[in-house]
């Protein structure tokens, strides 16, 4: 396997969630499933700028850009998930 990990199931029914996804939301979704995702059920719904899978350096270079755009250096990306809970 390598530095890949293995994308599958949850290992056991708790790790199985139902999000919600506000109204608002779903025509960007929607445009970026369009856009970036393959028509396979298991396209990643995130990719890096390769077109490959989103790798770790990756996601927390654009998080740090996204950081320094914004003047807020002291959010932290485990942040969203409590504000999207929040919202």
Do not use: C, Q, Y
Request: no cysteine; hydrophobic share 40%; net charge positive.
């Amino acid at each position: 396997m390598g530095m890949w990990r293995k994308i599958g199931p949850p290992k056991t029914e708790a790790g199985r969630r139902i999000i919600s996804i506000p109204p608002h939301i779903l025509p960007s979704l929607e445009r970026h499933l369009r856009a970036f995702v393959g028509p396979e059920p298991t396209s990643p719904l995130l990719t890096g700028p390769k077109g490959d899978r989103l790798r770790r350096h990756a996601l927390n270079a654009a998080w740090r850009t996204a950081l320094a755009n914004l003047l807020r250096p002291e959010i932290h990306f485990h942040d969203l998930r409590g504000a999207g809970l929040t919202w």
